[in-house]
């Protein structure tokens, strides 16, 4: 028992330092990848350009049913955009693909005159007219390496459109070629320096320059800002390799409100939609989790010929398409702070803390196990070193015990050498005749006189 316990002292100290050392170094990342079962719902309402929420109607549209009528029109209006990303397959150990449904719906509309109405949303299936609230819908897929999530290209697609009964996806896809910003998150430990990010409506990658730190809802964050170049989206083809719909429109000059030198009313002007944003991302840095974002979006119609050839005034001719700052609703803010929290107490628990008290444990463990091997050692050392006389048991006093018997006279013979020498027993003889036989049981003995 003695050697036993510190033995076992010994090893759950090893394997505590063991284990201490296994957390950081294997356990944690493994932690530090794009989960597979990651759901990012976001919401984002139009607000003022300074980011306040009291302007009931602060972007604006295009009005889509002014193509069949004398003169381009646009809305006051109020939008939401809704976002939900989650993974899909092919997904697994290495790499995670992201599946991410956007649209922007109208809420409201207020015309020149002052007059509001709120659009309703068709059903799907149903025919959707000019008037319809859904004013674009799309699917974004994207596979990202897991542990740095940058794409990989094994998945990068944008859907469209919806998939005709018995239809195939890809037929209502555009593939999107050199990929390679973030989007939906960033990796782990993000630093504050420039990242590519990934813009989708001109799909093309932009530098997030790092701004800021930036405190939301108990977490820091850091700010990103993302200027998105122009763009001609009729450039961006749609499945069939065609211009999307709406993103180029030839109409009369008149219908366009453009008039001046060199353009008569009824000359056909074709313009093109194009577009450009200022995105803000705010992201927890252990993470790589967006908390917080911001896009400044513009979009609007001007002449794709810029040459000195075009009249000044088609050149100058600009019609907003859409314009407006999107924010985040604050409940998604809150809950992505929740989620960012949850994931860096996780990764500060396993690694840091747990290891930190395992190490503890295990060097405290090791040092009691040292301690009583070589106090044991002591003791069978000093043991050796007396002797086995030091460790043999003490005699039996009641089995070892001398009797001490009188002694002889003084004077005599005995006396005179050894005094412990036994007395000489005298027996007697009876009637003057030889000694009796030896018989234990009738022997009689004389009494010695005492000592002098």
Known sequence: ????????????????????????????????????????????????????????????????????EDR?????????QQRRSVIVEPSDSRQATLQSAQTVLIDRLRDADGQETEPTVAAAGETRTCKDGLLTASIDRVSVNRKTSVPNGAVSSLQLEAVPPGGNVNDVSVALD??????????????????????????????????DEVEIKGIKTLHFACDVPEKDLSSLPNAQGEAALGTMLTMPAKWWGI????????????????????????????????????????????????????????RNFRMDALKGTFKWADGIVTKQADTASG???????????????????????????????????????????AGPAATAPAADDRRTSM?????????????????????TEQIPKVDGGEPPADDSSTRSFRKQPPPE
């Not at 381009?72 to 939401?80: C, I």
């Not at 390679?180 to 990934?198: A, E, S």
């Not at 196990?369 to 000093?382: E, I, N, T």
């Open 343 to 385: 994931y860096v107490t996780q990764l500060k628990l396993l690694g840091f803390w747990l290891p930190i008290v395992l190490g503890v444990l295990g060097v405290i463990m090791l040092a009691l196990a040292a301690f009583m091997f070589f106090r044991g050692r002591r003791d069978d050392a000093a043991v050796a070193t």
């Open 178 to 211: 050199n990929r390679k910003g973030f989007q939906y998150k960033f990796g782990f430990d993000v630093q504050q320096r420039d990242y590519l990010y990934y813009d989708l409506n001109t799909r093309q990658d932009c530098t997030a320059k790092f701004q």
């Open 259 to 314: 008039s001046g030198q060199g353009v008569r009313p009824n000359d056909p002007i074709t313009m093109h939609r194009h577009a450009a944003a200022v995105r803000h991302v705010y992201v927890e840095p252990i993470t790589g989790t967006i908390v917080d974002g911001r896009e400044d979006q513009h979009q609007y119609f001007k002449s794709p010929d810029q040459s000195e050839s075009n009249p000044e005034v088609v």
């Open 403 to 423: 009797i001490k018997r009188d002694g002889p006279a003084a004077g005599t013979a005995s006396s005179a050498g050894n005094p412990w020498e036994r007395p």
């Open 72 to 80: 381009a029109r646009t809305f006051e209006a109020h939008l939401t």
């Open 1 to 68: 028992m003695r050697r036993f316990v510190p033995a076992l002292l010994a090893f759950f100290g090893a394997a505590f330092l063991a284990v201490a050392l296994a957390i950081p170094l294997y356990l944690v990342p493994t932690l530090k990848v794009v989960p597979l079962d990651l759901d990012i719902t976001s919401d984002a309402t139009t607000v003022a350009a300074d980011g306040s929420t009291g302007d009931r109607f602060p972007a604006v549209i295009f009005d889509r049913c002014s193509v069949s």
